[in-house]
Antibody
Framework: EVLLLESGGGLVQPGGSLRLSCAAS????????MHWVRQAPGKGLEHVAG????????YYVDSVKGRFSISRDNSKNTVFLQMGSLRPEDVAVYYC????????????????????WGQGTTVTVSS | DIQMTQSPSSLSASVGDRVTITCRAS??????LNWYQQEPGKAPKLLIY???RLQSGVPSRFSGSGSGTDFTLTISSLRPDDIATYYC??????????FGPGTKVEIK
């Protein structure tokens, strides 16, 4: 069974740091890009960060650039999100998701989507 | 930046109704568009990729269409377990993307 299991969420003071982990199982982890998506209470989904299969390329949404860092350990089938300088607006459920890239031959293009999701881990920033 | 909008923001329909949700991009995104379903308290689930391709295991009452700037997600016959918020997502590259604001579907 394909599974993603997040951990590391919790309560942290403003300005503090937290490291989220996402352990993957049931698939060849090193063959897939991985992503972190967050959802603030009562709000929509926000794609926070993504990392390529080797870790050589990364993506960050503007609001977390310079504060968050995504990394992966393919030997341990785990992706991480190191979060620093945390702010109240970072309060959210953080989901880990697997990225799948498929070729659509009807229009000759590659499409990326997130086909497997974890259950989420909650981050609270408060003094 | 290309902006994504969805309409309506919420809707109420009866079991068995045909439901249509619209997603619009501020510029053409060809067919780089995915749809997700998020049931209350759960993680999102991929329904449709590349605007119209049904993800494996997703019931055939879900369908997607469109290209360029205008896209639709259709539920052909609404069921009680379709109660959820539906999000479109534009795929910019293999690593970056943007979600739409979501459409909440309720049973009348």
């Amino acid at each position: 069974e394909v599974l993603l299991l997040e951990s590391g969420g919790g309560l942290v003071q403003p300005g503090g740091s937290l490291r989220l982990s996402c352990a993957a199982s049931g698939f060849t982890f090193s063959s897939y890009a991985m992503h972190w998506v967050r959802q603030a209470p009562g709000k929509g989904l926000e794609h926070v960060a993504g990392i390529s299969t080797t870790g050589g390329s990364t993506y960050y949404v503007d609001s977390v650039k310079g504060r968050f860092s995504i990394s992966r350990d393919n030997s341990k089938n785990t992706v991480f999100l190191q979060m620093g300088s945390l702010r109240p607006e970072d309060v959210a459920v953080y989901y880990c998701a697997r990225g799948v890239v498929r070729y659509d031959d009807s229009d000759n293009f590659w499409i990326s989507s997130m086909d497997v999701w974890g259950q989420g881990t909650t981050v609270t920033v408060s003094s | 930046d290309i902006q994504m909008t969805q309409s309506p923001s919420s809707l109420s329909a009866s079991v068995g109704d045909r439901v249509t949700i619209t997603c619009r991009a501020s510029q053409s995104i060809r067919r780089n568009l995915n749809w997700y379903q998020q049931e209350p308290g759960k993680a999102p689930k991929l329904l449709i990729y590349a605007a119209s391709r049904l993800q494996s295991g997703v019931p055939s009452r879900f369908s997607g269409s469109g290209s360029g700037t205008d896209f639709t997600l259709t539920i052909s016959s609404l069921r009680p377990d379709d109660i959820a918020t539906y999000y479109c997502q534009k795929s910019d590259s293999t690593l970056s993307s943007t979600f739409g604001p979501g459409t909440k579907v309720e049973i009348k």
